[in-house]
């Protein structure tokens, strides 16, 4: 990244990215809260599922890009096109991952760290330039957007971690990265190597626009705004077409000058910069992740409940362990359990799917809390709640299948 001047290679072609202003920023924050609930609206509320919603995805994705690399210049709708069902593919990647492969968020955030960071190596390698100023070539082009993939990915990785297994939420994820990017843009000005600025920032924003779109659409009930995945989405989509519409008029994101001249780099120290920033990132990160689990572990210590068994013959009654889950009192899971069960066998289809909804919410609320105590147990539990969630949010529901598996919830909540 310390290049001054990057000779551009024979076979070039005019920069199809836009020019780092405001509205790419925007635009960016917009596409990211679009990736999370739509990816929650095509999974939940049109009942595809998490396979058939990548499937899809992918599809729609490959001939994106397609249209993309085919292109002859900057085009404002096909290149947030492109960038918004990005944004729902990596979401759905580490939902793959977390929920069918059963991965660890800790473990996928490093996964998409280091195949992001083997990109950037890889791309510096190659190119010796970063800088998206000198996207001019298809391989480049080809570097360029399998980051935008893995940032897309990383980000989610990297929110969902903080926001439900370390239980901060995502307001307060939300604000923490906030205050991040506050952080880098003010190093920036005072010298912090632009293009190693703008691929942070380029992370963070993938958990801001999840936290900002978690929040509009969860029940006011949970802290947010209540608005649902389905209307978020289309306020979101809005937005953006707006946006997309005024800067495919205006050409205020179009980068200017002559895409076949040598690109100018200012020399910032970008290699020790990057290596001595990643470690305050890395150890930052470590120690904040230690202290934080720790306080979830103290957390954790619940005395064993007993109940007053009768004697007979008319003495004292003896206290006695009551039975518990490894995971300590899941009695409000169960209620809600027992209750949807019972409005399936009353015929209340559609309550029984509404009231599952708060099982989930609770469920993933407590996740922080409840899995430092016995993860095999917790994955256990985890793996029958998400049975439940897919018989009842079925297209065609099965009413054996949707009791059968909360029945079983119900064995495992003890």
Same mark, same amino acid.
């Given at each position: 990244?310390?290049?001054?001047?990057?000779?551009?290679?024979?076979?070039?072609?005019?920069?199809?990215?836009?020019?780092?202003?405001?509205?790419?920023?925007?635009?960016?924050?917009?596409?990211?809260?679009?990736?999370?609930?739509?990816?929650?609206?095509?999974?939940?509320?049109?009942?595809?599922?998490?396979?058939?919603?990548?499937?899809?995805?992918?599809?729609?994705?490959?001939?994106?890009?397609?249209?993309?690399?085919?292109?002859?210049?900057?085009?404002?709708?096909?290149?947030?096109?492109?960038?918004?069902?990005?944004?729902?593919?990596?979401?759905?990647?580490?939902?793959?991952?977390?929920?069918?492969?059963?991965?660890?968020?800790?473990?996928?955030?490093?996964?998409?760290?280091?195949?992001?960071?083997?990109?950037?190596?890889?791309?510096?390698?190659?190119?010796?330039t970063l800088s998206i100023h000198s996207i001019v070539?298809?391989?480049?082009?080809?570097?360029?957007?399998?980051?935008?993939?893995?940032?897309?990915?990383?980000?989610?990785?990297?929110?969902?971690?903080?926001?439900?297994? =370390? $239980?901060? +939420?995502?307001? !307060? #994820?939300?604000? *923490?990265? &906030? @205050?991040?990017? /506050?952080? %880098?843009?003010?190093?920036?000005?005072?010298?912090?190597?632009?293009?190693?600025?703008?691929?942070?920032?380029?992370?963070?924003?993938?958990?801001?626009?999840?936290?900002?779109?978690?929040?509009?659409?969860?029940?006011?009930?949970?802290?947010? =705004? $209540?608005? +649902?995945?389905? !209307? #978020?989405?289309? *306020?979101? &989509? @809005?937005?953006? /077409?707006? %946006?997309?519409?005024?800067?495919?008029?205006?050409?205020?994101?179009?980068?200017?000058?002559?895409?076949?001249?040598?690109?100018?780099?200012?020399?910032?120290?970008?290699?020790?910069?990057?290596?001595?920033?990643?470690?305050?990132?890395?150890?930052?990160g470590g120690v904040g992740y230690t202290l934080r689990?720790?306080?979830?572990?103290?957390?954790?210590? %619940?005395?064993?409940?007993?109940?007053?068994?009768?004697?007979?013959?008319?003495?004292?009654?003896?206290?006695?362990?009551?039975?518990?889950?490894?995971?300590?009192?899941?009695?409000?899971?169960?209620?809600?359990?027992?209750?949807?069960?019972?409005?399936?066998?009353?015929?209340?289809?559609?309550?029984?799917?509404?009231?599952?909804d708060d099982l989930e919410i609770q469920w993933d609320?407590?996740?922080?809390?409840?899995?430092?105590?016995?993860?095999?147990?917790?994955?256990?539990?985890?793996?029958?709640?998400?049975?439940?969630?897919?018989?009842?949010?079925?297209?065609?529901?099965?009413?054996?299948?949707?009791?059968?598996?909360?029945?079983?919830?119900?064995?495992?909540?003890?």
């Open positions: 990244m310390t290049s001054v001047r990057v000779p551009v290679p024979s076979r070039t072609l005019l920069n199809k990215v836009p020019e780092v202003t405001l509205y790419f920023w925007l635009i960016k924050v917009l596409c990211t809260t679009v990736g999370e609930t739509a990816a929650d609206f095509l999974n939940v509320d049109l009942g595809f599922g998490l396979t058939g919603v990548s499937i899809v995805t992918g599809v729609l994705l490959a001939v994106a890009l397609v249209f993309q690399f085919r292109a002859t210049r900057y085009v404002a709708g096909l290149y947030w096109l492109t960038v918004a069902i990005v944004s729902v593919f990596g979401t759905l990647v580490t939902d793959n991952l977390t929920d069918n492969a059963g991965l660890p968020l800790e473990a996928s955030t490093i996964v998409f760290g280091v195949l992001l960071a083997v990109t950037f190596a890889v791309w510096y390698a190659s190119e010796k070539t298809r391989r480049r082009e080809t570097f360029y957007w399998l980051a935008i993939l893995f940032t897309f990915a990383l980000g989610t990785a990297t929110g969902d971690l903080m926001a439900e297994v =370390l $239980g901060l +939420g995502y307001l !307060v #994820t939300g604000a *923490i990265v &906030v @205050a991040l990017v /506050a952080v %880098t843009a003010f190093a920036w000005r005072f010298g912090l190597h632009p293009v190693l600025a703008f691929w942070f920032i380029y992370v963070l924003t993938r958990p801001l626009g999840a936290s900002l779109g978690d929040y509009l659409s969860q029940p006011s009930g949970q802290g947010g =705004l $209540g608005l +649902g995945a389905t !209307v #978020t989405s289309l *306020i979101f &989509v @809005a937005a953006i /077409a707006v %946006t997309v519409v005024y800067l495919s008029a205006t050409k205020a994101d179009v980068i200017p000058g002559d895409a076949h001249a040598p690109v100018d780099e200012p020399v910032r120290g970008g290699t020790w910069q990057t290596v001595v920033f990643l470690a305050v990132i890395l150890i930052a689990t720790a306080a979830l572990q103290d957390d954790t210590s %619940t005395q064993v409940p007993v109940a007053l068994r009768p004697v007979p013959g008319g003495g004292p009654a003896q206290p006695v362990p009551v039975h518990m889950s490894p995971l300590g009192d899941l009695s409000a899971f169960r209620g809600i359990s027992q209750d949807t069960l019972n409005l399936l066998d009353s015929g209340n289809q559609p309550g029984a799917t509404s009231r599952v609320n407590a996740e922080a809390r409840l899995k430092p105590k016995d993860k095999a147990e917790w994955t256990k539990i985890d793996g029958k709640i998400d049975k439940v969630l897919r018989e009842l949010r079925a297209a065609n529901p099965d009413q054996a299948g949707e009791k059968d598996a909360l029945t079983a919830l119900l064995a495992a909540l003890g």
